[in-house]
């Protein structure tokens, strides 16, 4: 069975404070991607990022960053300098390519409110 | 401009009642899906579909049914089968199956 884990249900920040979200994930499968969206107040969910799970480069973009550790099963995201326009929940999701798994499964989800 | 919508963005229904909930592509995508959200929590997988014509059952399909004639379009009907329909529904949609996912906007349903 796949399942994805956010322990942290809600964090608040300072804007310009640093801030982690973690993810970690379960899979027996040897082929995997690895998602993470944003769900601003508005309801849409935003596609962030996709990691396959050969690629274990971490990824840098703008003040976003990505952590993929396959050792520990984990992909943090961490956005950096934070402002309130990052208060949004985000949802990290994992889909199996082979044995036929079709879709993504979310976490449940991070609240992250930037305080100004 | 490309896109996915949803409508009605707001939908009342009286219990016992069938709904229809429209979701439409303009991205030429083959893969769309359909996900329910109940406040504080993940998004739960209802049906997706890969081609046209063709569709398969998610995590929670019960009292749900799809239909996919058109590649741009994939509407989810709420049957009054489904026990507790009041929910956030969001479409979307992927070139390929396991290829990253585009969500339109969503329809928040309410059963009075």
């Known amino acids: 069975a796949q399942k994805v884990t956010q322990a942290q249900t809600e964090i608040s920040v300072v804007e310009k404070e640093d801030v982690t979200l973690d993810c970690v994930y379960e899979?027996?499968?040897?082929?995997?991607?690895l998602f993470w969206y944003k769900q601003p107040p508005s309801g849409e969910l935003v596609f962030l990022i996709r990691r396959n799970s050969f690629d274990e480069q971490n990824e840098i973009s703008g003040r976003y960053s990505w952590n993929f550790q396959k050792s520990t099963s984990s992909f943090n995201f961490t956005i950096t300098a934070s402002q309130v326009v990052d208060s949004a929940v985000y949802f990290c999701?994992?889909?199996?390519?082979?044995?036929?798994?079709?879709?993504?499964?979310f976490g449940s989800g991070t609240r992250l409110q930037v305080q100004p | 401009d490309g896109g996915i919508t949803q409508s009605p963005k707001y939908l009342f229904r009286k219990e016992g009642q069938n709904v229809t909930l429209s979701c439409e592509q303009n991205l030429n995508h083959d893969a769309m899906y359909w996900y329910r959200q109940d406040p504080g929590q993940g998004l739960r997988l209802i049906y997706y579909?890969?081609?046209?014509?063709?569709?398969q059952k998610g995590d929670i399909a019960e009292g749900y049914s799809v239909s996919r004639e058109k590649k741009e379009s994939f509407p989810l009907t709420v049957t009054s089968a489904q026990k507790n329909p009041t929910a956030f529904y969001l479409c979307a949609s992927s070139i390929r199956l396991y290829n990253e996912q585009f969500f339109g906007p969503g329809t928040r349903l309410t059963v009075l």
């Open positions: 579909s890969q081609i046209v014509n063709d569709f």
């Open positions: 999701a994992l889909s199996e390519a082979s044995r036929g798994r079709r879709a993504l499964t």
């Open positions: 899979t027996r499968d040897t082929t995997y991607y």
